[in-house]
């Protein structure tokens, strides 16, 4: 065949063999949330949703692989703590989370039984201000609901088992506790993500204790004589023993990302703790699904992919095909997630992590006290001969 001849086609059947056909069929009135996911999003941001879901039915939650959750963004206002992140957690499809202080903060509201509405992006904030209505672009409720929260925050934290140094997931629990009795108290059921946790032994951190009205009211009661302070480097080392212990005993360990923010990155870092830091031999997270509005392109961590990942020893080079990022709002992804895992996988026993925390962090600190090391780690990783730092070089500059 001279070298400008056409080439016969490729038989249509080979050529997209590894692709399957798009052909779709019509809605149906009766069709189930979980169906429609399967049949009609087919392509662009509806296809990685679909992706993300089969993803997390198929792979995730199956043989009681490990999922944290990371939480951004506004989504226990909108209510997608008593219609999502409940029943996923009851469910057992959530091991642990790492969350904003906002999203517990505003998650004590729905605990506590207080009003939010449904309201409007466009309205008037100068009138709100003078009304004292909060809003949280279209969700508005009135300036009580937070004085209320705070004194509430405030009053708790006064008690003895708060007067000393914790984790963040201790907190969390302890905090939980109340709003479980409070809850009881009021006979709500099912109304609080800090609750649940609590009563499903779910341990949820947070990676900024400061940055919420959860930590400024901890702040405040310092300025009395509040003795209670957050141990960041015990959750540092917990949420990384939560990994390990899931990897050493052969499960699968997946990130459930929603938005991005520093929960991402405190969720997703606990694989280069492991490696990077404690020399302790890892590959990286398994699964990684992602439902997010940042973008890769800027650098920031928040719309960081899962292959930029695979290259800090976050995920696992060898499943990163399987992992998926769908570019959909939270308010949108979440629900539809929740109702397809809930259809197509059977409620799993509750790992309760959080009953096992001492044992966890007393895991990874027995192999880091044999693996790790104070000076340059040792890695089984490919890295140049010389590497970068000039603060490496045995002689300091101080000693030049
Ligand atoms: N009253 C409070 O306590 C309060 C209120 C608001 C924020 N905060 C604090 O501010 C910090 C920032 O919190 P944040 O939650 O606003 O995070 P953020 O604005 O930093 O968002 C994190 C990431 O998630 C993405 N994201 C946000 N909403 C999304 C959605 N609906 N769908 C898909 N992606 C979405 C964002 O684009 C961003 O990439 C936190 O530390 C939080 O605790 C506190």
Redesign the pocket.
Known sequence: MSKNAKRPAAPVAKKFAAYPRLNPFGIGKNISAADLIDQAFLAYNGGRLREAAKLLAEKMLPDDGCIGMS?????TP?GLGKSCLIPLMKAGFVDWIV????????DLHYGLNMELYAGSPFLDDVVLHKDGVIR?YDVLFDYNV?LDTDAFVREVIQGPEFQRPMGTDEFHFLLGKYVSERGRALKLKDSSVLATAYECGIPIF???PG??????NVAAMALRDSKLLFDVNRDVNQTAGIVYDAKSSGLKSSVFI???????NFMLQTEPQIQEVMGIQEKGHDYFLQ????RPDTG?L??ATPAEAVSWGKIDPNTLPDCVVA???????LPLLTAYSLARVRPRKQKRLYDRRDAILEKVRAQYLKTGTVDKIKTSRKVAKRSSGVALNKTLDRDR
Do not use: E, F, R, W
Not at 99 to 106: P, Q
Not at 327 to 333: A, F, H, M, Q
């Open positions: 939480l951004t963004g506004a989504l909108a969350s904003t202080g906002a999203n517990l903060y505003h949280i937070l947070t990676s900024s940055d919420s009205s959860i930590g400024m929603l938005g991005g923010g520093s929960p991402k439902c997010t509005d940042a920031g928040s719309g570019y959909v709002d939270s308010t949108i992804s």
